[in-house]
């Protein structure tokens, strides 16, 4: 291997090592808490290193935002392969979209409430937050029903559960309804 090899495999593992040790202090306490100065003092490397991976907290949460896309598009599919019949995986889905959303808080807000200063819903948008999109559409497409447009009902069933996540996570819904507003959503909104 290559000195230059090397060299990259480290920055590599440097940078995951961020967006890792971001994604935790976030998770256990807040996005307040995630600074450059702290998450340099927490994997032990200068700011300036840190400044050599990511331009600012920005960047940061868009980079914990794009793993946790990928995660997200992982329980989905997970959750919805397991799934029996097509209701059956349009309820698994909803259900691992909130259970995602509760467990993983402050991921969930990196990918849709903070800025990351990522694009969503255009041609630059990154492939992670395509693929977190597509893993919804592959169960949602088949339950849109005729006549409506497959990814327009995707993005108003997502839209349901983003507001069913966001609500209960503020306290405005409660949590102990949720199984039912999973049918509710299912049942009236998914032509199956």
Request: aromatic share 8%; hydrophobic share 45%; glycine share 6%.
């Amino acid at each position: 291997m290559s000195v230059q090899e090397r060299k990259q495999r480290e920055r590599a593992a440097r940078e995951r090592l961020i967006v890792a040790t971001a994604r935790e202090l976030a998770e256990q306490q807040g996005w307040e808490a995630v600074t450059t100065r702290r998450l340099a003092e927490r994997i032990e490397y200068s700011q300036p290193v840190l400044y050599s991976h990511f331009r600012g907290k920005r960047e940061i949460i868009g980079a914990v935002a794009l793993e946790g896309a990928s995660d997200m598009a992982a329980a989905v599919r997970v959750a919805t392969s397991a799934a029996e019949g097509p209701r059956e995986r349009v309820a698994a889905l909803a259900r691992a979209y909130l259970d995602f959303a509760a467990r993983n808080a402050a991921v969930y807000d990196a990918l849709f409430l903070l800025d990351g200063g990522l694009a969503y819903a255009r041609e630059d948008t990154p492939e992670p937050l395509k693929d977190a999109f597509a893993a919804l559409m592959e169960t949602l497409g088949e339950a849109a029903g005729e006549g409506v447009e497959p990814g327009m009902f995707t993005e108003v069933f997502w839209a349901a559960l983003h507001g069913i996540a966001t609500l209960t996570r503020a306290g405005r819904l409660p949590p102990e309804y949720t199984e039912q507003r999973v049918e509710l959503l299912v049942d009236r909104l998914a032509a199956l």
